[in-house]
């Protein structure tokens, strides 16, 4: 079909025919002049590493800015071309401006599929995984280190209910295990709702009041490796 990418065969000749087939598909509606300019959002280094880095959860500008080793102008500057082609979208969280892949069906697709076609042994690509990692890594450690200190308040407040894992599987019968689109969890706490019901959503969506609950339920959605779930302060 025409915006079929599994159609395309796989030699390195056919990879221009296979992302123009791709692209109509999936952006059929929009003008000319948009395409392009979407098109020329993503031609570019930096900024298709930036789409490879968000495709792995939502990072703030200090974040990119660590690991893409460029300044915050320019990490700046290069998000600002890709929020205006529709590629990108930014939520503000207390003083933090985190930045995401976008809620649009075609282009989260787009932007996806563009990513997939990368080598995953790039070396550029491997340096900033690891940076990435690194990254995940020290907020998973303030995370920690916030529930450590608030570990007696939790403990006393889980005693007061039923078990989680009975609240989990009745939940999962109640809802079967079958996939859906969506999913908003109201009062995400850890995160663990997004995290039991990730194989089945399309796109799921935590919200809490408390930042250090938000810190929380991201760094153990960065521990389970789930990129289809995001969490923001409301």
């Known amino acids: 079909s025409g915006g079929d990418i599994k159609d395309c065969a796989t030699p390195a000749d056919d990879i221009k025919i296979c992302l123009y087939l791709f692209v109509i598909g999936a952006f059929m509606q929009v003008s000319l002049d948009t395409m392009v300019d ?3 959002a993503a031609a570019e280094s930096s900024r298709l590493r930036i789409l490879a880095l968000l ?8 974040d990119l800015t660590e690991i893409l080793g460029q300044s915050q102008p320019r990490v700046s500057r290069h998000l ?9 979208e930014r939520y503000q969280e207390g003083s933090w401006a985190f930045f ?12 996806l599929r563009l990513v997939a076609g990368i080598r995953p042994a790039d070396a550029q690509l491997e340096r900033d995984l690891e940076r990435l990692a690194a ?7 303030r995370a920690a280190e916030y529930f450590a200190r608030n570990a007696a308040s939790w403990d006393h407040i889980r005693a007061l209910h039923v078990p989680d894992r009975a609240v989990e599987t009745a ?10 689109q969506a999913m908003l969890d109201l009062g995400t706490g850890t995160g663990r709702i997004l995290e039991i019901f ?8 935590g919200i809490d009041m408390s930042r250090e609950m938000l810190a929380i339920a991201r760094a153990n959605l960065d521990r389970a490796g789930i ?5 923001r302060q409301g």
């Open 55 to 62: 495709s792995h959860g939502d990072l703030t500008v200090s």
């Open 135 to 141: 990254v995940k890594s020290r907020r998973q450690a």
């Open 38 to 40: 979407t098109l020329k």
């Open 100 to 111: 995401r892949l976008s809620d649009a069906d075609a282009s989260r697709d787009f932007v």
């Open 198 to 205: 990730a194989p089945y959503y399309r796109r799921g969506i």
């Open 80 to 88: 600002k071309l890709l929020l205006e082609a529709g590629l990108i």
């Open 171 to 180: 939940l999962i019968e109640l809802v079967g295990k079958r996939p859906f």
């Open 227 to 231: 990129s289809n779930a995001q969490v």
